[in-house]
């Protein structure tokens, strides 16, 4: 009995080596392991399913593919492409929309407006490379939301400049990724514009959106062959996403504000289509309201009317009103600026054509496995997974997301 019993304690203690070993093995290669996420805006999370798109296809055969992602709302390119990166809803980060205003401060933030916009007291919550900055890791970005903002920059950053031409963002890319082990940064976050623009000149059902759809694939192909001919090629995740989808737009749907909120009024409106958001005081707060409660194909809320699943209006740069049209439907300011044919975002959440892409491969990451759809916002607890740092408390929970990776 006494030797079967040191018996079951020696094999226990052995499998308990070999499980600490395994342990400290996985960490340690998470150590060595690279990032390298890339956001293509606007990507509508159907675009495969509406043109050829060989390279997505080829990652999601050889990594994972989410069914679709889920934007914050409001589904804008600043407010959830920060969300991706600290993991908090746009309430809590503060970029509540493109533009808006904080009381506050007694500022206005506009994507146009400089000062503002590289001002870091708009910038809440902790973005991903400052968490992996804090914990001696290496970070580089070229172009993502948030990275050229002052006291807000990764170790390697981009000023921004649509202009640079794709190829020449693939190969400084894949330079980061030559560097030696000391220099090379383990996380690489990059940015293109397209097929945004596109989406919403033409529509996300033009053939002119779709060839851009295709030219984007392509770009995603030439940069994920050149990663797999790297001799570091086993250590690097490559993740691609969007912000948010694209959905059409008719001259024929569309609401002036100016309709029921006179020029003269002592209102501050901020935001563009689909989304504004109203600032006012006194009565002029309940007249505003009353007369855009009038107006047809817009939700009209106060900040404690917004629905709970939306997760917005607690925080003041939201404003006094909310305003968002119904799926499908644009809000202009004036007769002047009466929105035309195209595309636009920033829609419900739960209208599918805002929902994006999530693919996703490399060394921590099953094969050939489909994602669920899921938030945007435990993107950045699956960053820190890979990384192998801890994460700041956030909104996102890497049990959502946990099923993709290896362990």
């Known amino acids: 009995m006494i030797r079967n019993n040191y018996r079951l304690l020696s094999l226990t203690l052995l499998c308990f080596i070999a499980f600490i070993h395994a342990t400290n093995s996985s960490a340690q290669d998470k150590k060595n392991h690279t990032t390298v996420i890339l956001s293509l805006d606007g990507f509508r999370w159907d675009y495969p399913t509406k043109t050829a798109t060989p390279a997505l296809n080829r990652i999601a055969h050889d990594g994972v593919k989410a069914v679709s992602l889920i934007p914050s709302f409001p589904s804008k390119t600043f407010p959830n492409h ?226 709970a699943y939306l997760n917005y209006g607690k925080n003041q740069r939201v404003g006094d009103i909310i305003v968002v049209a119904d799926s499908a439907w644009s809000i202009s300011l004036s007769k002047a600026e009466k929105e035309g044919t195209g595309g636009t975002h920033g829609y419900d959440p739960r209208n599918t054509d805002m929902h994006a892409i999530f693919y996703a491969v490399g060394p921590d990451f099953k094969k050939n496995y489909v994602q669920p759809s899921f938030q945007n916002i435990h993107i950045y607890p699956l960053l820190a997974y890979l990384l192998g740092i801890q994460p700041a408390k956030t909104d996102g929970d890497l049990q959502q997301v946990i099923e993709m990776v290896k362990r």
């Open 82 to 307: 920060y969300t991706i990166a600290t993991g908090l809803v746009p309430d809590h980060h503060g970029l509540v929309n493109n533009s808006f205003y904080d009381p506050k401060l007694n500022k206005p933030y506009s994507l146009s407006n400089k000062d503002a916009r590289f001002n870091p007291v708009f910038y809440g919550g902790e973005p991903i490379w400052i968490t992996a900055q804090k914990q001696g890791v290496k970070t580089a970005s070229f172009f993502w939301v948030g990275t050229d903002v002052d006291n807000l920059h990764p170790d390697i950053w981009k000023k921004y400049n649509q202009q640079t031409p794709f190829p020449e963002r693939i190969d400084t890319i894949v330079k980061w990724l030559k560097l030696p082990l000391a220099e090379r940064p383990r996380l690489i976050m990059a940015y293109y514009h397209e097929p945004d623009e596109s989406g919403h000149n033409y529509g996300p059902d033009d053939k002119r959106t779709l060839k851009t759809v295709r030219e984007m694939d392509q770009m995603v192909g030439k940069l994920y062959q050149q990663i797999k001919e790297l001799p570091n090629a086993d250590s690097i995740n490559f993740i691609i996403v969007a912000d948010h989808g694209m959905g059409a737009i008719s001259s024929k749907r569309n609401i002036v504000l100016r309709d029921y909120i006179p020029k003269s009024w002592p209102v501050m409106i901020q935001g563009g289509t689909p989304n504004f958001n109203i600032y006012a005081s006194g009565v002029w707060k309940d007249s505003a309201y009353t007369a855009l409660k009038k107006a047809p194909h817009i939700q009209v809320w106060k900040p404690a009317e917004v629905p």
